[in-house]
């Protein structure tokens, strides 16, 4: 889809960091706050934005005062996944 938008110049000195280009800038703006208000996930920002690896993802949103707030669940679930890894390197080496 492609947007439109006309914005006064004095807004859009404030909105749009010197040096950046414009409809990138609004596009990241705007995908940062779906992003905080859970409309997107974070594979689908990375996906709308080119960003390959999640720790790329947890530099933007770092840059953006955006965390990434897991649940113990969440933390629990990948430390078992973590294991299994390790786990199976561990018997390929032996």
């Known amino acids: 889809m492609q947007v439109t938008l ?5 807004l859009a000195e404030q ?3 010197m040096g950046q280009e414009p409809s990138r ?3 990241e703006d ?3 706050q779906a992003y905080r208000e859970e409309r997107i996930s974070g594979p689908q920002l990375m996906q709308a934005l080119g960003i390959e690896t999640r ?6 949103l770092k840059a ?3 965390y990434i707030e897991y649940s113990i669940e969440e933390l629990n679930r990948e430390r078992e996944i973590m294991e299994a890894l390790m786990a ?3 018997t390929k080496t032996a």
Do not use: Q, W, Y
Request: glycine letters at 4%; aromatic letters at 4%.
């Open 6 to 10: 006309n914005i006064p110049d004095s």
């Open 15 to 17: 909105l749009i960091p």
């Open 25 to 27: 800038a609004l596009l």
């Open 30 to 32: 705007a995908l940062v």
């Open 55 to 60: 720790d790329e993802l947890d530099g933007f």
């Open 64 to 66: 953006r005062h955006v």
């Open 88 to 90: 199976r390197e561990l």
